[in-house]
C-alpha cells in the first residue's frame, strides 16, 4: 500500500531522508537480514535526523495492504493501537488461549472433507513492492477482536441521512434523471436507481450508512460512461506511481470530501493483479483508492479495508462489462462507495479478549513443521495445489484474518485473529507477474498442535 498522510509536519521533512529510512527498514524486514545490527542503528540515526528536521516528533513507519507497495507516513499516537509503546497487561480471566483445532474450525469452508490447512494462497503482482508486507508489532499479548451486535435498522436515522446526501448529490453530479425507489428488507433499508449515467443507492444496513455512484455496470448510451464531481471527472493513471496518483486527484479528494460532507487523513492504494486475464503483467485487474484515517481503529494498518469511516474509488480494467476497456495507463469507469459507521468502529468492532503472542522465531519454526493455516482464500482452490516449501521463505508479515462463516458460527463471522504470513516466490506466471505463495502461522500461543495435524495426517499428503 502507498499510504500518505497530509498534515504539516510531512511536507518540511527531507525527501532523501526518508528515502534512505524507506530503504533501510525494507532490508529490515527481509528475513535474511531482520538481525543485522548495523541496520537497526543506521534506521535509528535516521529517525532522529527526521525528527530533527522535522522540528516536531512524528511516528514513522512503513505500511502495507493487499498488493499495494510500500511508504513512509506519519501515525497519530493510539493508545488501544498494537503500535502504542504502552503495551496493556491482561487480567487473567481476559486472557484466552486456543486450541489448532479451534483455529482450523474458524479458518474452514465446509465444502471441503478437509480443513486444507497444509495449503496457501497464490499472490499475483507485478512486482515484489506490491506485497501485502506490514510491520510486525513487539507485543507480550495480541488483542482478539470481535464483531458486535447488529444494530436495528432505524427508518428516522435513514431519513435524516438521505436528505442530506441527496441534495449533495444532486448539487455535485449535476444529472437530471433521479430516480431513485425505496426498498425495505429485513437486513436494510434504501433508496436506490438511475441517474442519466450512473446507477445510485444511498442506503442503511446493521453497522452503516452508506452511499454509491456506480457507473460499472450502467449506462443509457453506447459511451464509456464517466463521473464528474462539480466538473471534475474521476479518473486516474495506473501508470504512475502511487505517490503520483495521490498528488495527481488532490483536487478529485477535494471534491469527494464536500460533496460528502467529511474528510479523512489518510489514503491507501491498492493493486489488485491476476496470472492470467490480462496479458501485461504491469496491468492492475482492478484499482481502489481509499481515504480514510488509519487511528481510527487499531486493526486498520492490517486489513485490505477500512473497518472504520471511508471513501473508496474502485477502478475496474477488467472486460466484464459492456463498456469496459481493458487500458495500460487511464481508467475512468469508477466506482465511488462512501461508509459511515452508525456506531464508533471501536465499540463495532472490540476487543473481547487477549493472547500471547510468540515470536517470530516461534513461529519460523512452526512453519518449518508445515504447522500452517494457509487456505483462507478460496480453499477449494488450494485443496488441488502442489505442496509448497516455506524453508527458505522470501518474505513475512503480519495481519488480521476474518473468520470463515460457518455452521461453527452460525454463518456468520464473529471474530479477527492475528497471523503471521509468508511468502514464497514460486515463479513468473504467463503475461510477466511474479507468483508468490502465502500461508498463515498463528501469531498467538496456540495448545494442540501436534494433536490436530498429526489427526489431519491422512487429508494431507506430503
Known sequence: MKKETWNDGL????????????????????KRRRKDIFARLAAATVCLSLIVTAGATLVLRKTHESGT????????????SLESDEQYVPNADEIRLFSADEIAKMYKNETLSTV??????????AGDEFLDINDIPQKEYLEIYSIGEDLPLNEEEFEEFYDKMLPAL???????????????????????????????SIWQNARVFGVGIYSSYYSKNDD?????????????????????????????????????????????IIRLFNDNYLSRGL??????????????????????????DYISL???????????????????????????????????????????????????????????FGGHSCPICMANQEKVSFD???YVSFEYVKEYPSSENGYTSSAYIPFYTFYKELGTADNGNKLFAKTYVPALEIEGYEEYFNSQTQNHPS
Open 170 to 200: 444532486k448539487s455535485a453530479i449535476k444529472e437530471k434523471t433521479w430516480n431513485l425507489k425505496s426498498h425495505l428488507s429485513e437486513y436494510s433499508i434504501s433508496r436506490d436507481g438511475e441517474t442519466d449515467t450512473n446507477h445510485v
Open 11 to 30: 511536507s518540511q521533512i527531507d525527501s532523501e531522508l526518508i528515502e534512505e529510512y524507506y530503504l533501510i527498514k525494507k532490508k529490515y524486514q527481509k
Open 224 to 268: 464509456l460512461p464517466k463521473t464528474y464531481i462539480y466538473g471534475e471527472q474521476i479518473m486516474i493513471d495506473q501508470s504512475l506511481s502511487d505517490e503520483e496518483i495521490i498528488e495527481s486527484i488532490g483536487t478529485i479528494k477535494a471534491n469527494l470530501f464536500k460533496m460528502f460532507d467529511t474528510s479523512f487523513t489518510d489514503v491507501k
Open 283 to 308: 496491468i492492475a485487474k482492478e484499482i481502489t483508492v481509499y481515504f480514510y484515517n488509519e487511528a481510527d481503529h487499531p486493526m486498520n494498518p492490517y486489513l485490505p479495508g477500512p473497518l472504520s
Open 392 to 394: 527458505d521463505y522470501d
Open 314 to 372: 474502485r477502478f475496474g480494467n477488467l472486460p466484464s462489462f459492456t463498456h469496459d476497456v481493458v487500458s495500460d495507463s487511464v481508467l475512468e469507469v469508477v466506482d465511488i462507495t462512501y461508509q459511515k459507521k452508525r456506531e464508533d468502529p471501536r465499540e463495532l468492532y472490540s476487543v473481547s479478549s487477549y493472547s500471547p503472542m510468540i515470536s517470530l522465531e516461534e513461529a519460523e519454526a512452526l512453519l518449518e513443521k508445515g504447522y500452517v
Open 69 to 80: 507497495a510500500s511508504g513512509v507516513a506519519s501515525k497519530p499516537a493510539v493508545s488501544e
Open 116 to 125: 486444507a490447512t497444509n495449503r496457501y494462497t497464490e499472490v499475483c503482482v
